[in-house]
């Protein structure tokens, strides 16, 4: 390989590097938010719960179920995919898809 196309893979590497860790700071803010909210709500309920009122209500957890589960596929599509199809995976994908295209040249182009 020559300097030029190391230097290219170096900044397709960079710039894959990048998104992901914005996308895990999108996700840790995601998940900052829900707790905040969900324990300002819990603590409200507590507060204001009449003593016949059971606390352990579908009422009482539904915003952090359903969230929850919004929640969760943020995870999995922040972190699950490399559970899923792996880092490997996506390293020898580039690396077949980079040879295919250094002995097909310029069709891409």
């Not at 990048?18 to 709500?41: D, E, P, S």
């Not at 919004?70 to 390293?91: M, P, Q």
Request: charged content about 25%; aromatic content about 14%.
């Amino acid at each position: 390989m020559n300097s030029m196309e190391n230097s290219l893979e170096e900044q397709i590497k960079a710039d894959k590097v990048r998104k992901k860790v914005k996308a895990m700071q999108g996700f840790y803010k995601h998940l900052i938010a829900y707790l905040t909210v969900n324990i300002f709500l819990l603590i409200i309920k507590l507060i204001n719960i009449e003593s016949d009122e059971n606390f352990f209500t579908w009422a009482t957890f539904s915003t952090a179920i359903c969230w929850g589960v919004g929640l969760f596929f943020h995870w999995y599509g922040v972190f699950g995919a490399d559970i899923v199809l792996g880092k490997s995976w996506e390293e020898r994908k580039i690396k077949e898809m980079m040879e295919k295209k250094n002995t097909t040249k310029n069709t891409w182009e």
